[in-house]
């Protein structure tokens, strides 16, 4: 069964830093493009970032790019996303999804999301 | 970036009442990667349909989608108690990928 649990949230007060962690389970972490998706509190969903499989493409949302950096290790299985500079309107649930096959969605695993929220 | 924009932003049927839920798009999504996602209160969202018209599996067939190029629609044929929830589009051809601002199916 695939399982994605996301670890790290919490409360932070503006400019300062947060990493999140995603436990894969279930699949072959390797072989699989991964996504963060954020969802502000009684908002929509928006797309983060997008990892490759090794690594080597990454990509962000413009509201993100240059204040958070997506990663991964393969050997753990694991999903990471450092968070720098964080404003107020970082604030929202934080879900790790795995794509449906091999390309970049749609988007057929989620975890069950952890919530950040960037506060004085 | 493309702009996916779902009407209506809420949709008061009664059990039994087919649903029709429109995503546009601000230009032609590649290919044909357009999903539709149901997310319910205190959930993660819920594949439904994936390449506009593919269901996803275990998603029953009172849910179908339809369209091409910038429109694109999800129809549930029957509304069962359990789709009442909130549906969301997503195109995943083009980045930055993008979502629709959801539309509400609520219990009229």
């Known amino acids: 069964e695939v399982q994605l649990v996301e670890s790290g949230g919490g409360l932070v007060q503006p400019g300062r830093s947060l990493r999140l962690s995603c436990a894969a389970s279930g699949f072959r972490f390797e072989n699989y493009v991964m996504h963060w998706v954020r969802q502000a509190p009684g908002k929509g969903l928006e797309w983060v970032s997008i990892i490759s499989a090794t690594g080597g493409y990454l990509s962000y949302a413009d509201s993100v790019k240059g204040r958070f950096t997506i990663s991964r290790d393969n050997a753990k299985n694991s999903l990471y996303l450092q968070m720098d500079s964080l404003r107020p309107d970082d604030t929202a649930f934080y879900y790790c999804?795995?794509?449906?096959?091999?390309?970049?969605?749609?988007?057929?695993?989620w975890g069950q999301g952890a919530l950040v929220t960037v506060s004085s | 970036e493309i702009v996916l924009t779902q009407s209506p932003g809420t949709l008061s049927l009664s059990p039994g009442e087919r649903a029709t839920l429109s995503c546009r798009a601000s230009?032609?999504?590649?290919?044909?990667?357009l999903a539709w996602y149901q997310q319910k209160p205190g959930q993660a969202p819920r594949l439904l349909i994936y390449?506009?018209?593919t269901r996803a599996t275990g998603i029953p067939d009172r849910f179908s989608g339809s369209g091409s190029a910038t429109d694109f629609t999800l129809t549930i044929s029957r509304l069962e108690p359990e789709d009442f929830a909130v549906y969301y589009c997503q195109q995943y051809g083009t980045s930055p990928l993008t979502f629709g601002g959801g539309t509400k199916v609520e219990i009229k």
């Open positions: 390449d506009i018209s």
């Open positions: 999804a795995r794509p449906h096959s091999g390309g970049w969605g749609p988007f057929q695993y």
């Open positions: 230009q032609t999504v590649t290919s044909t990667y």
